[in-house]
């Protein structure tokens, strides 16, 4: 049982059942694909390839595979077959390029590869890996900060495109819904010569036992005519999608109808939504009140100086509405900044975080390498600043809180929460009511897709034009009504003073915007 429950986690080794791979396979068929050879990169025990063999008789069958017992299983239920070719082999160690070119096109690659991140195979040790690359091509902060993060499925299949991009075929494969939206988008952005996609949903708990958001992706190229739209389905059965999802300004829209329909409402450089601090220490950088005292996560009481405590609201926090008695240890006013200050300015936070400097040393995240000792992340000037407008990028609500100051401090967040600073209440409160608008929270779902582990985030936020949408509801509230007092600030200044309609720009307080 230990080995087992290993093998799904090295390997994502959820086997497809019978009935699940007839029906994906049926539906590939229904669909108009005619191969000359089928590929299944990682054939498990066979299920794919026998079902492939029965409804196209005369394709060539290939199937790679890393577990010696799956492939000799695969073998005997495919006993007989006139074009046969199983190799044991870890996927990243195929030559895959003389493979593909050995076989007839039309390729058909069907297949259920693993569904594990790359993160967690280095957790436990795995060695069933790619080869470490910055292939989505992130940028800075984001391939240091865990959005570099990625399924082992995502990378076979961005490699499967590639074969039938050069070649021509039909993609079938069962993956995490969040992965297929994301080669689909690789494929567009590539140019990758897509005639159709299609994702149908599929129960995972029913035919895996797993509750994830999980479908078949289904990609076609005959390479020449070109979608960059992909339709959605139910179930695999359904004849009508339930809608469409596509590539708009660079950016993967949920809802292609609805977003065309608001085109007026997209910002070309929106307000700069920020995240939340990031220290990857909760257990001794956040604090918690309990009978009058300070505790923190290894529920040790401590005393520290007031001066880097500041109020904390948690990504539920801000969710739900709620405040709760939190504190958080603020070390630095800006990225990189020097913290040798503590020692004079707090002594007992210092010695606090002297006693544990081995734990925050070992923050395992490379943005703190060559940095001060005790640095975080998401601090600079607008963390300060004392109202904000902000949402939780986790919870599946479009739920906007304003937040003032507590204690007479500004409120800090977690870095899965995204906010707009300010100076006034005033100015909050009326960007509020903008966000809070039906038009705003029309144009913002037509962009989120909310099975998504963070829904909501600052990209998809600061394609929101607010100037825009002030001026929208300045006409309806009957042209000349008078709008928010918010304040128009330029790249790196603070705000001025005078208000403005609301056909003028709604921008938040303070530095970064750019």
């Not at 001066?307 to 939190?326: H, I, M, Q, T």
């Not at 825009?468 to 000349?480: E, M, N, R, S, T």
Request: proline letters at 5%; charged letters at 25%; one cysteine or more.
């Amino acid at each position: 049982m230990a080995n087992k429950t290993r093998a799904i986690a090295e390997y994502g080794d959820f086997q497809t059942p019978d009935d699940l791979a007839r029906a994906v396979v049926g539906l590939v068929r229904r669909l108009g694909a005619r191969p000359g050879a089928i590929i299944e990169p990682s054939c498990g025990k066979g299920a794919f390839l026998a079902a492939a063999a029965r409804s196209f008789p005369g394709a060539a069958l290939t199937g790679v595979e890393i577990n010696g017992e799956y492939l000799g299983q695969a073998e005997a239920r495919l006993a007989g077959h006139p074009h046969l070719n199983l190799v044991k082999a870890s996927f990243f160690d195929v030559d895959w390029p003389s493979l593909v070119a050995a076989v007839e096109a039309p390729v058909l690659i069907l297949g259920n590869p693993p569904w594990v991140t790359n993160s967690g195979l280095g957790m436990l040790g795995s060695g069933n890996l790619p080869v470490k690359s910055n292939f989505q091509k992130m940028k800075g902060l984001e391939a240091l900060t865990g959005k570099s993060n990625f399924d082992i499925s995502e990378w076979m299949l961005l490699r499967n495109l590639e074969w039938i991009g050069a070649r021509g075929g039909t993609l079938a494969i069962l993956c995490k819904t969040a992965v297929a939206r994301k080669v689909v988008r690789h494929a567009w952005r590539q140019a990758i010569p897509v005639s159709d996609a299609r994702l149908y949903r599929i129960d995972s708990a029913r035919h895996f036992g797993v509750s994830v958001d999980a479908c078949l992706l289904y990609i076609s190229s005959d390479l020449v005519s070109r979608t960059c739209e992909c339709k959605v389905y139910k179930a695999l059965g359904d004849s009508e999608p339930e809608g469409r999802f596509g590539i708009a300004d660079g950016a993967l829209v949920a809802d292609m109808a609805s977003y065309a329909a608001l085109d007026f409402l997209r910002a070309a450089d929106g307000p700069r939504w920020r995240s939340g601090l990031k220290h990857d220490c909760a257990a001794i950088m956040e604090l918690r009140r309990r009978e009058g005292s300070w505790v923190n996560g290894l529920g040790e009481l401590v005393e520290l100086e007031e001066e880097l405590l500041f109020p904390l609201a948690k990504s539920s926090d801000v969710a739900a509405g709620r405040d709760r008695d939190r504190r958080v240890i603020v070390t630095q006013r800006a990225i990189g900044a020097d913290t040798g200050f503590i020692r004079h300015t707090a002594p007992g936070t210092w010695a606090y975080l002297q006693r544990h400097k081995a734990t925050l040393s070992a923050r395992r995240s490379a943005v703190y390498r060559g940095k001060p000792p005790f640095s975080i992340f998401g601090v600079g000037d607008y963390a300060f600043l004392p109202w904000k407008v902000a949402i939780s990028g986790l919870y599946k609500s479009l739920r906007f809180r304003v937040f003032g100051p507590r204690d007479g401090k500004p409120v800090m967040f977690d870095d899965t929460v995204y906010f707009l600073p300010f100076r006034s209440r005033d100015e909050a409160l009326e960007t509020l009511a903008l966000l809070e608008s039906a038009e705003a929270r029309s144009f913002l779902n037509a962009m989120i897709f909310w099975d998504e582990k963070r829904p909501i985030t600052a990209g998809i936020l600061r394609r929101l034009d607010l100037e825009a949408l002030a001026a929208l509801l300045g006409k309806q509230a009957g042209g000349g009504a008078t709008g928010p007092a918010c304040l128009r600030v330029g790249r790196d200044s603070g705000p001025t003073a005078a208000p403005e309609s609301r056909r003028q720009a709604i921008r938040p307080s303070g530095p970064g915007r750019r």
